[in-house]
């Protein structure tokens, strides 16, 4: 089952704050945060687990509400190098889902200066 | 430390044809995982190989198959090619275990015409 990924698209100027949602209808073990710019692979940022641990982007935080299978991700004072389409995976709870992620459809983040 | 990397970068195919992608892991990974991007989509996972066998897999038909050898790297195979695996293939990385971070190769642009 695939995330929905909420909003589909934003537009910021330099220094704006925006968060990105992410919402699942299984449980979840983790969730995972990417960065993909145009023509570009997808670039790691950050990786949430059940149970509070996380490790990622130093500038770039996140939250993961393993009751509502939700995430957000925060991204503050944004720079012009934060444009690009964000996207969520999880990683469902359960041994038949395990290191399978799937990810959402994504949201196109354009900064303005 | 070289990070994933995929062969061919672009490639241009016909209707009915067979295709080989190609992709090493990350220094120090053994586990890949092979994606399908189409414009505009995240990321749709196709299967993911570990100790040379495949472990996950995604809604893909058996006309997509996989292989990984001993040093780690893989191969996806696509047979009997369709309008609709015109795509950005994907490769990515992790070591097994957790937390599970994954690291993309650049992609293969596969056209079918």
């Known amino acids: 089952q695939q995330p929905v990924q909420s909003p589909q698209a934003v537009i910021l100027r330099e220094g704006e704050d925006a968060v990105i949602n992410c919402s699942s209808s299984?449980?979840?073990?983790?969730v995972h945060w990417y960065r993909q710019k145009h023509g570009e692979a997808p670039v790691f940022l950050m990786i949430?687990?059940?149970?509070?641990e996380q490790k990622g982007h130093e500038k770039i935080s996140a939250s993961f509400n393993e009751k509502k299978q939700q995430s957000s991700l925060y991204l503050t004072a944004s720079q012009l190098s934060y444009s690009g389409t964000y996207f969520c995976?999880?990683?469902?709870?359960?041994?038949?889902?395990?290191?399978?992620?799937?990810f959402g459809s994504g949201t196109r983040l354009s900064i303005r200066p | 430390d070289a990070g994933v990397t995929q062969s061919p970068t672009h490639l241009i195919k016909t209707r009915g044809q067979q295709v080989t992608l190609r992709c090493s892991p990350k220094?120090?990974?053994?586990?890949v995982s092979w994606y399908q991007q189409a414009l505009g989509q995240g990321p749709q996972f196709i299967f993911q190989?570990?100790?040379?066998?495949?472990?996950q897999r995604g809604n893909f038909p058996d006309r997509f198959s996989g292989h990984q050898f001993p040093n780690y790297s893989s191969e996806l195979n696509v047979n009997a090619l369709l309008l609709g695996d015109s795509a950005l293939y994907l490769c990515?990385?992790?070591?097994?275990?957790?937390?599970?971070?994954?690291?993309f190769g650049p992609g293969t642009r596969l056209t079918v015409t």
């Open positions: 949430l687990l059940k149970g509070g």
């Open positions: 995976g999880t990683e469902g709870a359960g041994y038949s889902s395990a290191s399978k992620i799937i």
């Open positions: 220094s120090g990974h053994d586990t």
């Open positions: 990515a990385s992790s070591r097994r275990g957790y937390p599970y971070e994954q690291y």
């Open positions: 299984k449980a979840l073990y983790s």
């Open positions: 190989y570990y100790e040379e066998e495949e472990r």
